[in-house]
């Protein structure tokens, strides 16, 4: 039977019918609205004040003022001090970075101990381990914070890192020890056959397999950590708060003038490392999300 | 001993996730328990005083505020969410042009830190140069905006911050449940001619129950923990309305050096997440597995 005897006949199927079009509409709409604030925040960061006092919140600037991002960046008040973000900056970095590392290995240690080399009662800690991650923040901080200052950590930036990897910890030993056994197990009794021990096999053989993973592990934890408020308030003391601490600060100020275009300039500052993340990341973030949509 | 040696190195390396579980998951909410039975004050003491501090905090006019809030900012933000998000979801699932442009534009709130939000929309909101403002010099000189300082409309405009932060995040995982559905069962349902959005809500959306379920468990745990957003975008004002429990227990613990009363609140908002999280697990945990033999 000669297949190319079927010609198509009737009417062309219409591509863009009327409930389409409507469709398309009412989509825009939805993204105009999602768009909206990160419009606004971009242009009243290069308006000057008084356009903004006299102007429209959604036009674009008449004359594009840079005042506000230096001011943000190196000269904006939080509290007592006029350094702008910069700090905020500097300290957000330095208990990401290590936060990060940190709390990922112990979830990567831990995700293949769970998944290979299970003892009676490991998965009685899991569970305990899991249901740590719905705990309100607010019930556990108080007491961690008597904690690290009975161990001598409190209000620095050992103290913040280890906080951190607490609170990380729930989420990344759950997803390493789903991906881990979802690897093939022969993989693993070939390992041991071989005269692998714990140590040797998670070096050779887990570890280059768990790229995937451990992206989506780091982009979870970049983003969640830099995007913390309360735990950064609370346990990093004076000296280390970070960005979103500061921007807080810088925002809420209660004496002098309001400057809604310095404001918005740090709060863009602010979240130019999650977005970059994001924006960059794409389809990984919305693994990582996916996967991490437990973390509190 | 044999039992302890065996598998030594495992053991070892959870010996950190195991002393954490004790002392932080477990050993804080023991430690609240207990001083949440005492009068302390500024430091931690053992001067008990029974249910008093319970007895007190429902007492309390800003606990109830905090509470009304919450039921009210839980029930928005969660039907918001899951509203938009599945509409959301259902359009992009339309073959449309540009899918991942707008799943990139209602998902970036989400990658952006809650006080980052609440600050943007405290200045949107704002009752004098924000939207409002706009709308005036367009010529609507009724329209009001006037949310963040009536004290009856300030927690509906936390709601809308939420959701355009959530929504994004309930629609990816809708979208994935919709993704999964079988080619065939949208060849049937329209070879039956029953209309899209009749498929979508009496086909399709109980076929996805999972993640719906998954939806609204994971927004109803992150509903009682509320605190940064608020803060930065009202301060828990005007006043004290839209203050919540998560700001009462802060507030007790850090401004007001009244532990006690922060210690029993916070086990409030303990046992509240538990009720939530207590059906789910066992559905998920137990009543599944059965389900599976």
């Known amino acids: ?41 971009i242009v009243t960061s290069l308006k000057d004040m008084d356009e903004i006092r006299s102007g429209n919140l959604l036009y674009i600037p008449k004359v594009l003022s840079f005042y506000a991002w230096p001011k943000a960046w190196s000269e904006a008040c ?71 200052s009975a161990i001598g950590i409190y209000s620095s930036l050992p103290g913040i890192i280890l906080v951190h990897t607490i609170f990380g910890m729930p989420i990344l030993t759950l997803i390493f020890r789903n991906f881990y056994a979802s690897l093939p197990i022969d993989l ?56 979103t601490v500061q921007l807080n600060n810088i925002v809420q100020v209660d004496y002098g003038v309001a400057e809604y275009n310095v404001d918005m300039a740090a709060t863009i500052l602010t979240s130019l490392v999650p977005l970059f993340v994001y924006f960059i990341s794409g389809r990984w973030f919305v693994r990582g999300i996916a996967a991490g949509a437990i973390k509190g | 001993m044999y039992y302890l040696t065996k598998n030594l190195a495992s053991k070892i390396s959870l010996l950190p996730m195991i002393i954490i579980s004790l002392t932080v998951f477990v050993g804080c909410i023991i430690y609240s328990f207990i001083y949440s039975l005492t009068g302390s004050k500024l430091i931690p003491a053992l001067n008990y005083v029974g249910f008093q501090q319970y007895e007190r905090l429902f007492k309390s006019r800003k ?90 409309l300030a927690i509906y405009a936390v709601c809308i911050a939420a959701v355009w932060q959530g929504a994004g995040f309930v629609m990816v995982l809708m979208l994935a449940g919709l993704r999964g559905i079988d080619e065939d069962i949208w060849k049937s349902l329209s070879i039956e001619g029953i209309p899209k959005w009749r498929s979508y809500l009496f086909v399709i959306l109980p ?44 507030e007790n613990f850090f401004s007001r050096a009244n532990l006690g009363q922060a210690f029993a609140a916070s086990i409030i908002m303990f046992i509240s997440v538990v009720c939530i999280l207590a059906p789910w697990a066992y559905y998920e945990f137990y009543f599944r597995n059965k389900e599976a033999k």
Request: glycine content about 8%; hydrophobic content about 55%.
């Open chain 2, 207 to 250: 076929m996805i129950r999972p993640m719906v379920v998954t939806s609204i468990v994971l927004i109803a745990a992150g509903v009682v923990k509320v605190y940064d957003l608020i803060l930065a975008l009202t301060s828990g004002g005007p006043g004290y309305a839209t203050t919540t429990p998560a700001m009462y227990v802060m």
């Open chain 2, 63 to 152: 606990w109830d505020v905090a509470v009304e809030n919450i039921f009210i900012y839980g029930f928005v933000f969660t039907i918001g969410c899951l509203v938009i998000g599945f509409l959301l979801a259902v359009l992009i699932d339309q073959k449309i042009r540009g899918e991942s442009l707008f799943r990139t534009i209602f998902l970036y709130p989400y990658a952006m830190s809650f006080v980052v939000t609440g600050l943007v929309w405290k200045w949107v909101l704002n009752p004098t140069f924000g939207l409002e403002h706009s709308m005036h010099l367009w010529g609507f000189d009724w329209f009001k905006l006037d949310w963040l300082v009536n004290r009856e």
């Open chain 1, 78 to 148: 939080t509290g007592f001090v006029c350094e702008g973000l910069k700090p905020g900056l500097i300290n957000s970095i330095k208990i990401t970075v290590p936060s990060v590392i940190v709390s990922v290995s112990l979830g990567a240690i831990n995700g293949y101990a769970l998944a290979f080399w299970r003892f009676k009662g490991a998965y009685f800690f899991f569970g305990l381990c899991l249901f740590g991650a719905f705990i309100p923040y607010q019930v556990m901080v108080y007491p961690l914070l008597k904690i690290e």
């Open chain 1, 1 to 41: 039977m000669n297949t190319n005897n079927f010609q198509p006949n009737g009417p062309r199927p219409k591509h863009l019918t009327i409930g389409r079009i409507g469709m398309y509409c009412f989509i825009f709409m939805c993204a105009l609205f999602f768009l909206m604030p990160l419009y606004v925040m």
């Open chain 1, 188 to 243: 693993f009794k070939a390992a041991r056959i071989d005269g692998g021990n714990f140590i040797k096999i998670f070096f050779y053989v887990i570890i280059p397999m768990s790229t995937p993973i451990t992206i989506v592990a780091v982009i979870l934890q970049v983003t969640g950590i830099w995007n913390d408020f309360l735990l950064g308030l609370v346990f990093a003391g004076r000296d280390n708060q970070p960005m």
